[in-house]
């Protein structure tokens, strides 16, 4: 099956830095990369995805990117602000198998 | 709309004990699933149902059971309770087509002593 690999599990930045979070996954036939953002106590959110026949995807200070030789994808973060301090997931899916395979999350801290 | 709804929020079980977790929704979604949330290892998938009376095994699906008897209901049933079974379960829904696109219900914390 799938297996999705997230680092760091801890990031801490300054206020306004940018913040990379990296991903890879195993399997060849994925495309579908969602994005997810946990507010500490909160559900998951969708915040952004990516599908393979893209390589690059924006929505203001958020962009995701994705290299399909290399089975990695990446969110970052630019001016980062403290309200973006949370928990993000990276997953993968792909066509006709209705699930979503997660990343073990990484801890963003904002520091202001 | 109320979206994905989960009861309860919290509850304690003492081991050997069994429950349901209820989850619903109003959005007319085809796909539900349930994950269990566990520190350091992201969501696992336990179950997993794409329409009324079709349901599918996860990545962690032992000591628990599904049914779908409806589109609106997916309870999620623990035979058994474990002191592993200790974490937090959410239920999401998706169009059918949408798989990447869940809607999380705000989660049950269950403690299993």
């Known amino acids: 099956g799938e297996n999705v690999e997230q680092h760091p599990s801890t990031l801490s930045v300054q206020e306004g830095d940018s913040a990379v979070i990296k991903c890879t996954y195993s399997?060849?036939?994925?495309?579908?990369f969602p994005w997810y953002k946990q507010e500490l106590g909160k559900r998951p959110q969708l915040i952004i995805d990516?599908?393979?026949?893209?390589g690059e995807k924006k929505d203001q200070r958020i962009a995701v990117t994705l290299n399909k030789t290399a089975k990695h994808f990446s969110l970052h973060i630019t001016e980062t602000q403290p309200e973006d301090s949370a928990v993000y997931f990276c997953?993968?899916?792909?066509?006709?198998?209705?699930?979503?395979?997660f990343g073990s999350g990484t801890r963003l801290q904002v520091q202001p | 709309n109320a979206g994905v709804t989960q009861t309860p929020k919290f509850q304690v079980l003492k081991t050997g004990q069994s429950m349901t977790l209820q989850c619903a929704q109003d959005?007319?979604?085809?796909?539900m699933s349930w994950y269990r949330q566990d520190p350091g290892m992201g969501l696992r998938l336990i179950h997993y149902?794409?329409?009324?009376?079709?349901?599918d095994q996860g990545e962690v699906p032992n000591g628990y059971n599904v049914s779908r008897s409806t589109t609106e209901d997916f309870p999620l049933r623990l035979l058994s309770a474990a002191p592993s079974q200790t974490s937090v379960y959410f239920c999401?829904?998706?169009?059918?087509?949408?798989?990447?696109?869940?809607?999380f219900g705000p989660g049950t914390r269950l403690t299993v002593t």
């Open positions: 959005m007319n979604h085809e796909y």
């Open positions: 990516i599908r393979s026949n893209v």
């Open positions: 997953a993968a899916s792909k066509a006709g198998r209705r699930a979503l395979t």
């Open positions: 149902s794409v329409g009324a009376g079709i349901t």
């Open positions: 399997d060849s036939a994925s495309n579908y």
């Open positions: 999401a829904s998706s169009l059918e087509g949408r798989p990447y696109e869940q809607y």
